[in-house]
């Protein structure tokens, strides 16, 4: 099932047995892929399952094809972890947005600080962004589609935050280290397999909100001496939690179950 070429689809557009794939992933298939009847190629519906297709139409507008087996889809680690970035310029998000879900990020929160761009992002760059992160997970082997949630305030999202512990990275004074911080919020991960992180934008999160994150019940964190841009920090964070908590040691689980 490994290597074959990977599409996200709705849930909806699986039924009865049947797939039928998005135009343009069609155009994909007939055009790029050059894929023949009787290809196969997996389909995951975006909520952990993966399907394997076996194609029986193939059209510059239409595709379907046959599932031949389902089984619940690897690549997803057992953290949720939710990254609220600083919104930053263009390719430095975008960056953060792609990389994030390569590594196993499951929830993007684009975040509005003192600091960081101006404004709400538009309709076309929510577009853009939700078409980066699909390519990424296709690509990354994900088995869920990473969710791009809608932006929010430093305030809102350490509201959101509710029970799930929250990393504020900080690299003034008194933050603790990461690899600390994970130690501190241990036994609430255990509970419940759930952590928000947040990253500030270029020149930093302003002491106000390094002061409400305190308030809320944050707790800051530091990646150590060494200053880090803006969109490399959430992802040497993002990366580090996930290899403290064992989601880069994973082995693939054995073949599919039959289903369908």
Not at 245 to 260: A, D, I, K, S, Y
Request: charged share 20%; hydrophobic share 40%.
């Amino acid at each position: 099932m490994f290597g074959l070429p990977r599409f996200f689809v709705s849930p909806e557009r699986i039924s009865g047995g049947q797939v039928a794939l998005e135009p343009s992933q069609a155009r994909q298939i007939q055009r790029v892929l050059r894929l023949r009847l009787g290809a196969h190629i997996l389909v995951l519906d975006g909520s952990g399952n993966e399907y394997l297709v076996s194609l029986d139409q193939v059209t510059g507008s239409q595709a379907t094809g046959g599932i031949l087996q389902q089984r619940a889809a690897p690549g997803e680690p057992r953290l949720h972890l939710t990254l609220c970035q600083a919104l930053l310029k263009g390719a430095r998000f975008e960056l953060a947005l792609q990389k994030g879900t390569e590594l196993g990020v499951s929830t993007f929160v684009p975040l509005s600080c003192h600091r960081s761009e101006p404004g709400p992002p538009t309709p076309p760059r929510l577009a853009r962004w939700r078409r980066i992160i699909l390519e990424a997970a296709e690509q990354s082997e994900r088995g869920r589609l990473p969710h791009l949630a809608p932006s929010a305030t430093v305030a809102e999202a350490l509201g959101a935050a509710r029970d799930e512990p929250c990393l504020f990275l900080w690299e003034g004074q008194g933050g603790v280290g990461l690899k600390e911080g994970l130690r501190r919020v241990g036994p609430r991960l255990e509970k419940t397999p759930s952590l928000r992180l947040l990253v500030g934008p270029v020149g930093g999160f302003t002491p106000h909100e390094v002061a409400l994150a305190q308030e809320r019940g944050a707790l800051l964190v530091t990646l150590g001496p060494r200053v880090l841009r803006a969109e490399t920090a959430g992802l040497a964070a993002a990366a580090a939690i996930l290899f403290a908590l064992g989601e880069m040691e994973q082995v693939r689980p054995g073949g599919p179950t039959p289903g369908g």
